[in-house]
């Protein structure tokens, strides 16, 4: 198994960040991410829980489309908590496709500064893991680490180009220039995709029990 986590700073105010959380796709920094869809999403004490499925490009070494197939998509799984009250958000994502390759589940967490309100720290952790066997499971995990390291940072220049187009850095107020949304229809929607939404709504949950 591999372990990943970092932690950066958003110069926005947590409600910023929490408007902005939900228009994070599409932005230049995050073109392998194709669609998203929201499968669930209720209010429980006055927070928001929501589960939704993206799409995205899966871009492999050539050893490693041997254990694929070549699949050229794969799904994640995105389980979230907005807490106004404590002004925090946190996710839990993991891929569903693939599995039986490599298993990656992360934990981000978006919580107001203590030291200034008017910014943002993002926590950010993964676990990466394999069940191949015969040495295999090894440089599977370390290609998809490096590979996670490389798209967590663009992650979050992502957020920060999205943050800054519907915000100017000089105005804290909630006034806002929303960019354009992505939205996958059923009409639109492949039959692998209309799949992984229906495995999606059946798989246990990652948020933990409180």
Known sequence: MKFYSDSSMLNFCWEQVAVSFWQRYP???????LSEDVIS???????LYSKRLLRKTNKMT??????????S?????????????RKLITTYTRNIAMQHIVSVEEKVV??????NKDMVVCERKA???SPLRFGASGPVCSFVHKRFKKNSLKATEGFRHVLESMFSRNDQSLSMNIPGQMYMS????????????????KIKPLIPKT
């Open 27 to 33: 932005n230049p920094f995050a073109k392998h991410v």
């Open 41 to 47: 999403r209720k209010v429980i004490d006055q927070e």
């Open 62 to 71: 050539n050893w490693v489309k041997k254990f694929s197939g070549g699949e």
């Open 73 to 85: 998509f794969t799904y994640i799984v995105e389980e979230s908590i907005v807490d106004p009250i």
């Open 110 to 115: 978006y919580k107001q500064d203590p030291e």
């Open 127 to 129: 676990w990466i893991s």
């Open 186 to 201: 059923k009409e639109m929607m492949t039959e692998g995709a209309k799949k992984a939404t229906e495995y999606a709504m």
